[in-house]
């Protein structure tokens, strides 16, 4: 099952599996988690043990049923190269990829080791960007140079939530650079100056740079509720996408 999405940088989201389990400090307050457990409650099929990884096979092919063209997030209520989820598995997620050329799948993983070595003798399919989420230096970091031994025709970095000044990147092959604060009750800060810096280096780098959100707490240092807190950095809107710079 697909669904309209409100994630500012893609339409739909579609999972064909869903759970997961906590690997760096990004998922201590992991919003997928606690939408996981609301939809169990609900009684949401596909969602019966909550936040447990699970495989849904009977999904796998409703992107093929959509014509009109979508960007979808692919998992975002789970890793799709989380160590519980079989390569053989991940071959049927990517073989409807391949299918549906008039869609663009936006996949977004923790696991960038796994993810490098599942592509390490497969092609990624053109209408695939693949990214990994860079939260801080210690773990999020690293996972910039996995990302890059894959041959995709768009590579992205998910700087969100920004928990610690990440320092310089190499962003050498990367195309697309989101950067968002940590929203929710238990938001941890990110400070101007952090995201800032991102921001002149996808200038500086010629990448596209998408300013997702402050999250919870405000440019000012205040803690308030997110749709307060609004989505400029430096007096403007950040929405670039890859399409709007030159892939080389």
Not at 89 to 109: G, N
Not at 128 to 139: F, H, M, P, R, T
Request: charged share 25%; with cysteine.
């Amino acid at each position: 099952m697909a669904t309209t999405s409100k994630i500012e940088w893609t339409e739909q989201t579609w999972n064909p599996t869903t759970g997961c389990t906590k690997i760096s400090p990004g998922c201590t307050h992991c919003y997928a988690e606690t939408m996981a457990r609301r939809l169990q409650a609900m009684g949401t099929k596909g969602y019966e043990n909550a936040f447990q990884l699970r495989l849904i096979p009977e999904r796998l092919d409703d992107p093929l049923k959509r014509k009109k063209p979508t960007t979808y997030f692919v998992n975002s209520m789970s890793d799709v190269f989380h160590e519980g989820v079989p390569f053989d598995y991940i071959d049927m997620i990517f073989a409807t990829i391949a299918k549906t050329p008039h869609h663009t799948y936006q996949i977004l993983t923790k696991r960038a080791d796994r993810m490098a070595e599942y592509f390490a003798n497969r092609d990624v399919p053109q209408n695939a960007w693949l990214g990994v989420s860079v939260e801080d230096k210690k773990y999020g970091v690293p996972r910039i140079d996995y990302l890059r031994t894959v041959n995709a025709h768009i590579r992205f970095l998910s700087v969100e939530p920004l928990l610690d000044d990440v320092g310089e990147l190499n962003l050498k092959d990367i195309h697309w650079v989101i950067v968002g604060g940590e929203s929710g009750p238990k938001a941890r800060p990110m400070k101007p100056e952090w995201a800032e810096s991102i921001r002149d280096q996808c200038e500086e780098a010629g990448v596209a740079f998408f300013f997702k959100q402050w999250g919870g707490w405000g440019a000012d240092g205040v803690k308030r509720a997110k749709k307060y807190n609004g989505r400029e950095l430096r007096g403007r809107t950040w929405d670039q996408m890859p399409d709007s710079v030159v892939i080389l």
